[in-house]
């Protein structure tokens, strides 16, 4: 399919900005969850301050670009997005009143969000939107090449473009799909260890056994193909090019959001407030004291830097 950086938008009103406490410079990482939870974590895994966000509605996703660019979504049509690391946010409305599950961006600009009645495409950083695939859709990745697959609550994975989307595969239990940030590589993962890999950008896709008992909610596909992802139980999946596969419990609650970076730091966010972090792409994790809340689950995890995506 053609890249989908030529759809054409509709404009929307935004809704005043929201400031952030402080004057701090922008995070390492970012957490978003229940009630309105967005918080930094720095790198010396401490928590920052609070942001003022205007809404506590539960915040499902984030994606960040670059160094000062961010994009979250979350309950009741919530998109905001910031352009100076978080010293700002502003709120747009998209054009739905419906959740939003996911979102992820690209360095030309363009904004995708997975929501329960569509899928949604900006072209301009999220100041205009149009819907471009009609259904409940429950995740959705890009890679900075233009490549860009979206997961709908049935399974079916599609490939968006400029002329439309495309059903390239259909896994009944899928929870989550992703996409290398060069491209190519891609992966589903979801109930009963649902796991499949592509390596042409989602155009043809293929089946991994994995143990039936496995609940996997979220992955992330590294640029030479490896993907690793986390589920209830604390359970990890580590999936190498070569078709070996390994099965950890690096902790006792389910894990809900993964992301690492191209110097291979990253960070796991799962329920009961739980946090861990990594600065070897993944090898080993630790538990950040947070302090969050054993009621609260952090729902997105991204880290906004200069290192890109691993």
């Known amino acids: 399919m053609r890249p989908f950086a030529a759809v054409l938008v509709l404009a929307v009103a935004t809704l ?5 406490k402080g004057g701090s410079p922008g995070p390492d990482g970012w957490l978003v969850g229940d009630d309105g939870l967005m918080a930094a974590v720095g790198a010396d895994g401490t928590l920052g301050e609070p942001y003022e966000l205007g809404t506590e509605v539960e915040l499902r996703g984030i994606a960040c670009r670059g160094t000062q660019d961010a994009f979250v979504v979350g309950a009741a049509g919530t998109f905001l997005r910031t352009f100076d690391g978080g010293a700002s946010w502003e709120a747009v409305a998209i054009g739905t009143a419906a959740e939003l599950r996911a979102v992820a961006a690209d360095a030309a600009g363009g904004v995708l969000v997975a929501g329960d009645d569509h899928v949604w495409i900006s072209v301009d950083s999220g100041a ?9 859709f429950i ?5 900075d090449v233009g490549e860009a697959l979206a997961l709908d609550d049935a399974g079916r994975v599609w490939q968006l473009g400029a002329d439309g989307a ?6 009944p239990g899928a929870r989550a799909v992703t996409v290398a940030h060069r491209g190519g590589a ?6 009963g260890g649902v796991l499949a890999r592509s390596a042409d ?7 991994i056994a994995r143990d039936s008992s496995l609940v996997l909610n979220a992955a992330w596909t590294a640029s030479d193909g490896n993907v690793l992802a986390v589920g209830d139980d604390g359970a990890m ?3 190498s090019t070569t ?21 291979g730091a990253g960070l796991i966010g799962g329920d009961g407030g739980t946090v861990l972090a990594t600065e070897d792409a993944g090898e080993s994790w630790r538990v950040l004291d947070l302090g969050l809340g054993a009621t609260t689950a952090v729902r997105g995890v991204d880290q906004l830097d200069g290192h890109g995506h691993w």
Do not use: M, N
């Open 128 to 136: 205009r939107f149009a819907a471009v695939a009609d259904g409940s």
């Open 243 to 263: 078709g070996a596969a390994r099965v950890d419990r690096i902790t006792d609650v389910s894990l809900r959001a993964l992301h690492i970076d191209g110097s």
């Open 186 to 191: 891609a992966a589903v993962v979801g109930d």
């Open 237 to 239: 999946v580590t999936l």
């Open 166 to 171: 495309l059903e390239v595969a259909r896994l």
């Open 201 to 207: 950008g989602g155009t043809t896709w293929t089946p």
């Open 139 to 143: 995740s959705i990745a890009t890679s």
């Open 16 to 20: 005043p900005g929201c400031k952030k």
